[in-house]
């Protein structure tokens, strides 16, 4: 950690009107429903990168180059089309195989599956303010005049509709039948259709049926799904997020040795994983294997160490370089 570093100060706060948490958050709301990040830098003196200013991506669109891959990005605020430079432009994105300039929203993939499932929450809420009735349609012995037809109508709507009269008699005169002309919710399977939308939408945001609280959830296996959340999503999205970062961002502050990095050692549900770490860290340790290499290849997250680069051997806890076994009287 560089404390007070220009690049640590610009990401703690990204600008005047934005903590660090509402700038990460309208990232990762950009990213799922939009399936781009778009950021516009700010320079001050020197040119230094002193703002960063989330962009609506349904607002901007990259100008392509076959040189430069990206000649420049236009905005439209306003009606008024902006010209953003490609070296003020940072973009973080979901891969659209189909597109290499624009990314590709996990909510596009699932669109028609998510509007289905709006559809059929509108079903139930006018079903429910109708008496949860199906459509159809009251049948005469007679044919009705006018002044008949909308006295019958009138009725109808006075006495069933509305939550308030559900499960109220049905009152009409005049040999009235009542014909049902649409299936009804369980022959439309309701509730298993909502279910399996429900699943399809959470499997592709990569979050485990048990975090939503859905059929028996035990305590073993909602803290097993918190911890596959954060290894099989949260996770990999740091990284993508940590790798634009440091791609588009850090080599503005011009030092080769400064780079940007997430903090995960204290998230709870990967604590476990931190022990199971630090019992592989000692077992290789006593292998004579390298503090310095252990900590960098289990990503442990320590400082390197002074003589971290030597490995010891556990009987005698020796520098290896010391160590001789050549049955020489030196040993």
Do not use: C
Not at 24 to 52: F, H, P, W
Not at 68 to 92: C, L, R, T
Not at 108 to 135: C, G, P, Y
Request: net charge negative; no cysteine; glycine share 6%.
């Amino acid at each position: 950690e560089v404390p007070g570093h220009p690049l640590e100060l610009l990401i703690r706060r990204p600008n005047p009107y934005l903590s660090q948490k509402e700038y990460i958050q309208t990232m990762i709301y950009n990213l799922y429903l939009a399936g781009n990040s778009i950021d516009t830098k700010v320079r001050g003196l020197g040119g230094v990168v002193a703002e960063l200013w989330p962009l609506r991506p349904d607002s901007i669109k990259p100008v392509p180059d076959k040189k430069d891959f990206i000649k420049h990005s236009v905005y439209n605020s306003e009606g008024a089309n902006q010209i953003i430079p490609a070296a003020d432009f940072m973009h973080n994105k979901f891969v659209d195989p189909s597109n290499p300039y624009w990314g590709l929203a996990p909510l596009q993939v699932v669109a028609k599956t998510v509007d289905t499932d709006v559809e059929a929450v509108n079903w139930n809420k006018v079903s429910l303010q109708n008496r949860a009735v199906a459509d159809g349609a009251f049948v005469t012995d007679q044919p009705l005049n006018a002044e008949q037809w909308e006295e019958a109508r009138r009725q109808v709507r006075e006495q069933h509709q509305g939550s308030k009269n559900a499960r109220s008699p049905w009152i009409l005169g005049g040999g009235a039948k009542w014909v049902q002309m649409s299936l009804s919710p369980a022959e439309m399977d309701f509730i298993e259709s909502r279910k399996m939308t429900r699943e399809e939408i959470a499997s592709l945001f990569g979050v485990p049926m048990p975090l939503l609280g859905i059929n028996d959830v035990t305590y073993a296996n909602y803290a097993e799904a918190r911890k596959a959340f954060w290894q099989d999503t949260i996770i990999p999205l740091l990284d993508d997020i940590q790798d634009s970062f440091n791609l588009s961002l850090t080599p503005e502050f011009g030092d080769d040795n400064i780079e940007l990095r997430y903090d995960a050692s204290n998230v709870p549900a990967l604590q476990e994983n931190f022990a199971t770490k630090l019992d592989n860290a000692k077992a290789l340790f006593s292998m004579g294997v390298p503090f310095n290499q252990i900590n960098q290849r289990l990503e442990l997250g320590f400082d390197d160490i002074e003589g971290g680069d030597e490995g010891y051997i556990p009987s005698s806890l020796i520098p290896v370089s010391l160590a001789r076994f050549d049955g020489s009287d030196d040993d």
